[in-house]
């Protein structure tokens, strides 16, 4: 299975405004504007922490989490 990316569906010029996960057809992402003079830098910031928040609670696998903390486990007690 492919991994899942953020892919910017709608630009304004050179910044992007909304986005959706290539793996989620209903997952998608907007910036709603919050000041007067956005830049490009704080709509990518937006959209990848909206981006972030959706795969945390969608694509984050238990099973490698736990995978994870049982390895901290063993080199923790070396
Ligand atoms: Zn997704």
Redesign the pocket.
């Known amino acids: 299975m492919k991994k ?1 990316s953020l892919r910017v569906t709608k630009w304004l010029g050179d910044i992007p405004v909304a986005a959706e ?4 057809v209903a ?1 998608q992402f907007e910036v709603k504007s919050t000041s007067h003079r956005p830049t490009r830098e704080e709509y990518q910031r937006s959209l990848q922490s909206q981006f972030d928040a ?2 945390k609670k ?2 984050a696998r238990p099973d490698t989490i736990q995978t994870a903390a049982r390895n901290a486990e063993r080199s923790y007690r070396g």
Do not use: I, K, R, Y
């Open positions: 899942p996960c290539t793996s989620c997952a959706h795969f969608v694509h």
